[in-house]
């Protein structure tokens, strides 16, 4: 089946630095992928839905400067953490449609944890 | 406004016996439906869907159960397995534009 892979799974880095994660979707296209983030024990929350080829859609509340997302292919997503805080520490999880415009399922990234000291 | 809602944070059940988690929905353009499954640190992973066409969907322990009218949904779990304590998200989409997700229930099948 579909498979989606997040790296890195865990990092940890220094208050003030950058932080890329990536998502791939290793055996489908996804021109569309959407980012999560998850507080210790709470839902998943939105960040924004990546387009390949165009800007990404933010949620409301979310900094476009501060999580810099990039679609450069049919395959790839990222999401820039820049000047990263302790309050940015959090679960970060990617997902991609299976079905390109269809209701297919949603498979998701494995996650990737983020602590920033 | 959530769009979909699961009422109950949290859910414990008996080994063995069946696990009821429900979802409610208030967008009717939504026409599938999805359960996921987390457990800590992971993403989430796709258990069982069901489409709007539908009442009814079966796959092994579980079953989803959509009423259309009442716009709500149900996942049953039985015979419950200690492996299936997890958060549950209950996710809804409108033709695969949007997808939803509920706050998710935490289950806990106690042994």
């Known amino acids: 089946g579909a498979v989606v892979s997040q790296h890195p799974s865990w990092v940890i880095c220094k208050s003030g630095t950058s932080v890329k994660i990536e998502c791939r979707s290793l055996?489908?296209?996804?021109?569309?992928m959407f980012w999560y983030r998850q507080f210790p024990k709470q839902s998943l929350m939105l960040m924004a839905t990546?387009?390949?080829?165009?800007?990404?859609?933010?949620e409301q509340g979310v900094e476009k400067d501060k999580f810099l997302i990039n679609h450069a292919s049919l395959t790839l997503s990222t999401l820039t953490v820049t000047s990263a805080h302790p309050e940015d520490s959090s679960f970060y999880i990617c997902?991609?449609?299976?079905?390109?415009?269809?209701?297919?399922?949603?498979?998701f990234g494995e996650g990737s944890r983020l602590t920033v000291l | 406004d959530q769009q979909v809602k699961q009422n109950s944070p949290s859910l414990s059940v008996q080994e063995g016996r069946i696990s009821i988690l429900n979802c409610d929905y208030t967008?009717?353009?939504?026409?599938?439906f999805l359960w996921y499954k987390k457990y800590p640190a992971e993403g989430p992973t796709f258990l069982i869907s069901?489409?709007?066409?539908?009442d009814k969907n079966e796959d092994g322990r579980f079953t989803v159960f959509l009423n259309k009218s009442a716009k709500h949904l149900s996942l049953h779990i039985v015979p419950s397995q200690p492996g299936d304590s997890a958060v549950y998200f209950c996710?809804?989409?409108?033709?695969?534009?949007?997808?939803?997700f509920g706050p998710g229930t935490r289950l806990s099948v106690l042994p």
């Open positions: 997902s991609a449609p299976g079905l390109a415009g269809g209701t297919g399922e949603l498979f």
């Open positions: 069901i489409s709007s066409i539908k």
């Open positions: 967008n009717s353009m939504f026409d599938y």
């Open positions: 055996d489908f296209q996804a021109t569309t």
């Open positions: 996710a809804a989409t409108d033709y695969g534009q949007n997808f939803v």
């Open positions: 990546s387009n390949e080829g165009s800007k990404a859609t933010y």
